[in-house]
């Protein structure tokens, strides 16, 4: 993984890179990147070493990595998993994630929902402030049940029968519920409405992305998805937003590996000549990116620009949220007194990255920028802490399936909305391949 999961394509590792393919040799200079930060999760599963992958998602670092290599890979809700034992990049970013091959892997690893007992990741930890509590929880099935009774017509609200009622919510005897709970489960398929945001129609977009991104809404449609444009005017500033924020909060997490309390052993007495205590030992034992992480998000949090940079950055990451609040028909279950929007829509479906998996040597030779673009269809989703999970996309016919031209197709669903995200995924975007057969590592030979 990138060091402190700081990269888009885990370059940045301490022990190398991590590549798909042979760097050296026959096929040298044909090594695919795989993503980041979490790619050597992402390559582990893909090679068959593993069938589920554990990473931390902070602006897409696990569903770059599944889109390039033809993996499913799944972004909970901020706050679902407990990060109890993850070393902090960015607090209110980071959320552990799943990759795996297929959708029905990361159902079993995160907690079935028809089987609420079976909760492996997803449920509450004393340990992780930032983890939902059983309160939360019950919230966001309230707000599931709002939207599932609007859409249906129901007169009733399902509640949970293990909270007191709210206002304006009837109690019905227990016969009732039964027989109105089963009538949920016989009608769980309804018209889903799919977003489209025209902000995420970018003009770097690779014509193959493009065309899966076009093939995927057309099979939707074919399904029986309603097919909706949106807009998301705040998108195109998220991407700035982010490398503002997390480069800040990283700046804080990791001021205490100075090698006194934290980092690798000090072998000298004294550091630089002129007094400092620690500067020398940092710039000696962290990586250039990690460095230029950290010198970026001490100077936007310095006096002199908290004003112009970190607090323009946190507005600009509100906007963002209330951006998809505004779209989405279910309400989002962490503000009070959200209403229904029965004009929105139930998912977005967007690409996961605007190109295919580069070249290994052209992502050493991109600058900084470059490579910070890749996430920019990733980092909207993680700054409102929205799931999201990135699917194989659509084989063109023109263009056998090969690990230099795979494509990942991107959900993203209401805060609290998980299961109806891998439910979509699961039901809806799983045709196009067969999980068993998909090319997914560079199949190299070499001659002895």
């Not at 091959?101 to 340990?127: M, R």
């Not at 076009?214 to 444009?229: D, F, K, Q, R």
């Not at 992480?293 to 001490?298: A, D, E, P």
């Not at 197709?409 to 209401?414: E, Y």
Request: net charge neutral; glycine share 8%.
């Amino acid at each position: 993984m990138d060091e402190f999961g700081m990269g888009s394509h885990s370059t940045n590792s301490a022990y190398g890179e991590v590549f798909n393919g042979l760097k050296d040799g026959p096929t040298g200079g044909k090594a695919l990147s795989v993503g980041g930060s979490s790619g050597g999760s992402a390559l582990a599963v893909a090679s068959g070493l593993a069938h589920v992958g554990i990473g931390t998602d902070t602006g897409g670092s696990i569903r770059l990595p599944a889109a390039y290599m033809s993996l499913v890979g799944f972004k909970p809700s901020y706050g679902q998993i407990s990060r109890k034992g993850v070393v902090p990049y960015a607090n209110s970013l980071d959320t552990v994630g799943i990759v795996a091959k297929t959708v029905p892997d990361i159902w079993l690893t995160y907690g079935a929902s028809a089987h609420p007992i079976i909760e492996i990741l997803q449920k509450p930890d004393d340990n992780d402030p930032t983890c939902l509590t059983f309160s939360s929880r019950e919230r966001i099935k309230v707000a599931m049940l709002r939207r599932k009774a609007a859409v249906l017509g129901s007169k009733w609200l399902l509640v949970p029968s293990n909270r007191r009622p709210e206002k304006n919510e009837v109690l019905i005897p227990r016969e009732t519920r039964r027989k109105l709970q089963n009538r949920f489960l016989s009608q769980r398929k309804w018209t889903r409405r799919i977003g489209v945001p025209l902000e995420y129609n970018i003009e770097e977009m690779h014509p193959l992305v493009r065309w899966a991104w076009t093939a995927t809404l057309s099979h939707l449609e074919g399904l029986g998805c309603e097919i909706v444009p949106i807009s998301l005017p705040s998108t195109r500033h998220a991407l700035s937003s982010y490398y503002i924020l997390a480069p800040a909060e990283a700046s804080s997490n990791l001021a205490k590996y100075d090698g006194v309390r934290y980092g690798a052993r000090r072998d000298e007495v004294a550091d630089d000549a002129d007094g400092t205590l620690y500067s020398r030992f940092r710039a000696a034992h962290l990586g250039p990116e990690v460095k230029r992480r950290i010198l970026l998000g001490t100077y936007s949090l310095s006096a002199g620009a908290m004003d112009n940079y970190f607090i323009q950055a946190q507005k600009i990451r509100r906007m963002v949220q209330r951006d998809f609040d505004s779209v989405f028909r279910m309400p989002n279950p962490l503000q009070e007194d959200a209403e229904l929007n029965m004009d929105g829509v139930d998912f977005i479906v967007v690409p996961t990255a605007p190109s295919p998996p580069p070249r290994l040597r052209h992502v050493k030779t991109a600058t900084p920028l470059e490579s910070y673009v890749n996430d920019v269809f990733t980092v909207p989703a993680s700054l409102a802490g929205l799931p999201a999970i990135s699917v194989p996309g659509p084989r063109h016919p023109d263009h056998p399936w090969q690990p230099e031209v795979a494509v990942g197709m991107q959900v993203i669903g209401q805060y609290g909305d998980d299961y109806d995200v891998l439910h979509l995924a699961d039901n809806y975007l799983t045709d196009f391949h067969d999980p068993n057969t998909l090319s997914r590592t560079q199949q190299t030979k070499v001659m002895s």
